[in-house]
């Protein structure tokens, strides 16, 4: 049997159960498995599991269900929720957005650490397996629950409501990486209209995180059909941070003195996107941060590539749960408040001229011309 495994977020990898079931999957088949989620990779990174879980990707997990569907007999998908409601609200969601649920077997291990997982077989020809594994496993076998639509379109489709699920009052709620509100109801429902949020009810809402989101004076619309939504933290405690070998790629110069093995590095600016700190820092020696924790978030994930980072931070920090790691070699600026993102477009515009990505001679003169363009804004720096 060929069998596809999606890993979704860090805590089912912290708890040890995704490289066990992985090990129990394998005497089903050959397995191939494939992380879904951006800090579910830097789990992997810190269990050493890259060799066995696949975090070369940023599909969504119906998107990585589907490219299974393809080449695979049965596709299992395994998931940690906050609570197992969540965790069922989680998959259904999921199997919502899939073309066709029923092409494969497709089988749900939810929580197998827990005194209350669950493994539920989404389709008729999943329920044999299904209960084989949850024999093997000593976990309730479980129905299906109803599919959930969270998304509801109004107005000729001029009006989207996505409902948020799992959401707990006083948690951040991010979408695309950037926290918009807090939430204060469990009841949670994005409004947007023509692309633009006008209201998240349930929650209050953070105006300058919608500023960020439709960035700023350009008034970018979204599609919050296909944002990436989230609520609480993003991992839990329930882990050792690993750092991966430099490789000829990403060896440079840092100022503790590592050995440069390139004569040029290439920057790159992440710029309240952290959740794509992978995809955007792929193949740089050095990131631009811009705002306190989107420099926390990337930080740490760059932390397990080897990569420093300048960070820009005005104190705005929103308090969201993460451990944070910094890569020896990087600074951190702090400007006046209000001015990470004016700093930022600074940056970008003059020692980038406009683009994202750039090349330059070493990582000591990009903290040197960073420092000149923020001259004026700067209160304090801290090197690490």
Same mark, same amino acid.
């Given at each position: 049997?060929? $069998?596809?495994?999606?890993?979704?977020?860090?805590? =089912? &990898?912290? +708890?040890?159960?995704?490289? /066990?079931? %992985?090990?129990? #999957?394998?005497?089903?088949?050959?397995?191939?498995?494939?992380?879904?989620?951006?800090?579910?990779?830097?789990?992997?990174?810190?269990?050493?599991?890259?060799?066995?879980?696949?975090?070369?990707?940023?599909?969504?997990?119906?998107?990585?269900?589907?490219?299974?569907?393809?080449?695979?007999?049965?596709?299992?998908?395994?998931?940690?929720?906050?609570? $197992?409601?969540?965790?069922?609200?989680?998959?259904? =969601? &999921?199997? +919502?957005?899939?073309?066709? /649920?029923? %092409?494969?077997? #497709?089988?749900?291990?939810?929580?197998?650490?827990?005194?209350?997982?669950?493994?539920?077989?989404?389709?008729?020809?999943?329920?044999?397996?299904?209960?084989?594994?949850?024999?093997?496993?000593?976990?309730?076998?479980?129905?299906?629950?109803?599919?959930?639509?969270?998304?509801?379109?109004?107005?000729?489709?001029?009006?989207?409501?996505?409902?948020?699920?799992?959401?707990?009052?006083?948690?951040?709620?991010?979408?695309?990486?950037?926290?918009?509100?807090?939430? %204060?109801?469990?009841?949670?429902?994005?409004?947007?209209?023509?692309?633009?949020?006008?209201?998240?009810?349930?929650?209050?809402?953070?105006?300058?995180?919608?500023?960020?989101?439709?960035?700023?004076?350009?008034?970018?619309?979204?599609?919050?059909?296909?944002?990436?939504?989230?609520?609480?933290?993003?991992?839990?405690?329930?882990?050792?941070?690993?750092?991966?070998?430099?490789?000829?790629?990403?060896?440079?110069?840092?100022?503790?003195?590592?050995?440069?093995?390139?004569?040029? %590095?290439?920057?790159?600016?992440?710029?309240?996107?952290?959740?794509?700190?992978?995809?955007?820092?792929?193949?740089?020696?050095?990131?631009?941060?811009?705002?306190?924790?989107?420099?926390?978030?990337?930080?740490?994930?760059?932390?397990?590539?080897?990569?420093?980072?300048?960070?820009?931070?005005?104190?705005?920090?929103?308090?969201?749960?993460?451990?944070?790691?910094?890569?020896?070699?990087?600074?951190?600026?702090?400007?006046?408040?209000?001015?990470?993102?004016?700093?930022?477009?600074?940056?970008?515009?003059?020692?980038?001229?406009?683009?994202?990505?750039?090349?330059?001679?070493?990582?000591?003169?990009?903290?040197?011309?960073?420092?000149?363009?923020?001259?004026?804004?700067?209160?304090?720096?801290?090197?690490?």
């Amino acid at each position: 049997m060929e $069998i596809g495994i999606v890993v979704h977020g860090p805590d =089912i &990898v912290d +708890s040890g159960m995704a490289g /066990r079931i %992985i090990e129990i #999957l394998k005497d089903f088949g050959r397995t191939d498995a494939i992380m879904a989620g951006t800090i579910g990779k830097t789990a992997i990174l810190d269990a050493r599991m890259e060799d066995v879980v696949d975090i070369s990707s940023s599909l969504k997990p119906s998107e990585c269900i589907e490219k299974y569907f393809l080449t695979k007999d049965a596709v299992f998908l395994l998931n940690r929720g906050k609570t $197992i409601d969540n965790g069922r609200a989680f998959a259904s =969601i &999921v199997v +919502s957005n899939l073309k066709d /649920r029923n %092409i494969k077997p #497709l089988i749900q291990i939810e929580s197998p650490s827990s005194p209350d997982g669950e493994v539920v077989p989404w389709n008729t020809s999943s329920v044999i397996l299904a209960d084989e594994i949850s024999k093997l496993l000593g976990m309730h076998l479980s129905d299906a629950p109803d599919v959930v639509r969270p998304i509801r379109i109004e107005n000729q489709g001029h009006r989207i409501i996505r409902k948020v699920f799992g959401v707990h009052p006083g948690e951040k709620i991010l979408i695309n990486g950037i926290i918009v509100g807090k939430a %204060i109801s469990e009841d949670i429902n994005i409004i947007t209209e023509e692309g633009f949020i006008t209201n998240i009810a349930g929650a209050q809402v953070k105006e300058h995180g919608l500023e960020k989101l439709h960035n700023y004076e350009k008034r970018d619309p979204i599609d919050i059909t296909k944002c990436w939504v989230k609520s609480g933290p993003l991992r839990s405690n329930n882990f050792t941070v690993r750092q991966t070998v430099a490789t000829a790629e990403n060896r440079h110069f840092t100022d503790n003195g590592n050995v440069q093995t390139a004569t040029t %590095i290439r920057a790159v600016m992440i710029d309240h996107e952290a959740e794509r700190s992978f995809e955007l820092a792929d193949g740089a020696q050095v990131a631009i941060t811009i705002g306190d924790d989107t420099t926390e978030i990337a930080g740490d994930i760059l932390f397990r590539l080897n990569i420093p980072v300048i960070g820009i931070t005005d104190g705005d920090l929103d308090g969201f749960s993460h451990r944070k790691h910094i890569y020896p070699g990087s600074l951190v600026f702090r400007v006046r408040a209000g001015y990470d993102d004016v700093v930022g477009r600074m940056i970008r515009s003059e020692i980038f001229e406009g683009h994202n990505t750039g090349v330059f001679i070493s990582i000591s003169e990009i903290k040197d011309r960073v420092r000149e363009v923020a001259d004026k804004h700067i209160k304090f720096r801290r090197n690490y």
